[in-house]
């Protein structure tokens, strides 16, 4: 049966089209409950996007919540794949609160998650689906990817408490220079300790043009492996119509309680907010007890609603 997506809203057509688009890179669909136990997201509340949950005893007597999230039904239902690589797509609903007056509100996402025996393969691929994604949304975006390994080996460096290193890497996720720069006066640090990190934050660009620095940046600090981790998995873009729309940018920080390694955020003209999210978080798979490795992102389809017709792709 063919549909005529004539009759679909722009958040039905580009769900759809992702859901064709990860299929067609033999990622399976994962569906999930509305519901899941309130145990799984108290207990990893920091991973959530807001502190709110929604929550109900259900005629069994346990507490519920309406989900606020898909990646930790994925990780908590999964197992161990040693030597495997397992590939899932998803299109939920989640629940969160916005920071508006309005609090709660279903919100519709697409994503994917691969996890197992991970190499540089999987992590290439999976940032070359978050660009075809973002592409899929609206011709005029760009895919902003950092590496946190390099940006925390550069604070550990400076920061002389964990407090300070807190402050230090919520002002680098906001490109807050000065910032840092008093954060280290306040701690009797000397003057220009904190150069090396302003500098690794001011480079921004291709990975063509900035990659040089950053290997010549990281080999000084000690992480020049996670320089060329970088480095490798950006070549999936050497030579494409997607490398110009890559951009290297340090202050894309994400969770750092939950990711680690690689990570990405999508942006599209238009819409002030990042579309995309995600990246690599192996520390979230520690914390629940799982040894496999993991690399994913969400696409939020609501805020798409803001393009025009002029923007959007169309099939």
Do not use: W
């Not at 919540?65 to 898909?70: E, G, R, Y």
């Amino acid at each position: 049966m063919t549909i005529d997506d004539r009759v679909m809203d722009t958040r039905e057509k580009i769900g759809f089209r992702l859901r064709e688009l990860y299929a067609g890179y033999g990622y399976s669909r994962y569906r999930m409950s509305k519901f899941e136990e309130y145990d799984l997201y108290s207990r990893h509340r920091d991973f959530l996007f807001s502190d709110g949950v929604i929550t109900f005893t259900d005629t069994g007597g346990r507490l519920m919540a309406l989900k606020p999230d898909v990646t930790l039904s994925i990780v908590k239902n999964g197992k161990d794949t040693p030597g495997e690589v397992r590939r899932l797509y998803y299109h939920e609903h989640v629940y969160r609160v916005t920071g508006a007056a309005d609090g709660f509100r279903e919100q519709t996402q697409v994503g994917l998650e691969c996890t197992g025996d991970l190499r540089d393969g999987e992590t290439a691929e999976v940032l070359k689906l978050a660009s075809e994604s973002l592409k899929l949304c609206a011709e005029n975006h760009v895919l902003e990817v950092s590496h946190l390994g390099i940006l925390e080996a550069f604070v550990d460096m400076l920061a002389p408490n964990p407090r300070a290193r807190e402050r230090i890497l919520e002002c680098a996720g906001e490109k807050n220079l000065h910032g840092i720069s008093g954060i280290c006066r306040e701690s009797g640090l000397a003057e220009g300790a904190e150069e090396p990190l302003r500098r690794l934050l001011t480079l921004g660009g291709t990975p063509r043009s900035v990659m040089p620095a950053v290997r010549q940046l990281a080999a000084d600090f000690g992480c020049g492996s996670a320089a060329a981790e970088l480095s490798r998995a950006l070549t999936v873009f050497t030579g494409t119509e997607a490398e110009g729309r890559i951009r290297i940018d340090f202050s894309a920080t994400g969770n750092l309680k939950y990711y680690n390694g690689i990570i990405c955020r999508g942006f599209i003209s238009g819409i002030p907010d990042c579309v995309l999210s995600g990246g690599q978080y192996d520390t979230l798979m520690r914390t629940m007890g799982r040894r496999d490795r993991a690399i994913g992102f969400a696409v939020f389809l609501d805020p798409l609603e803001r393009l025009t017709e002029v923007e959007k792709v169309h099939a």
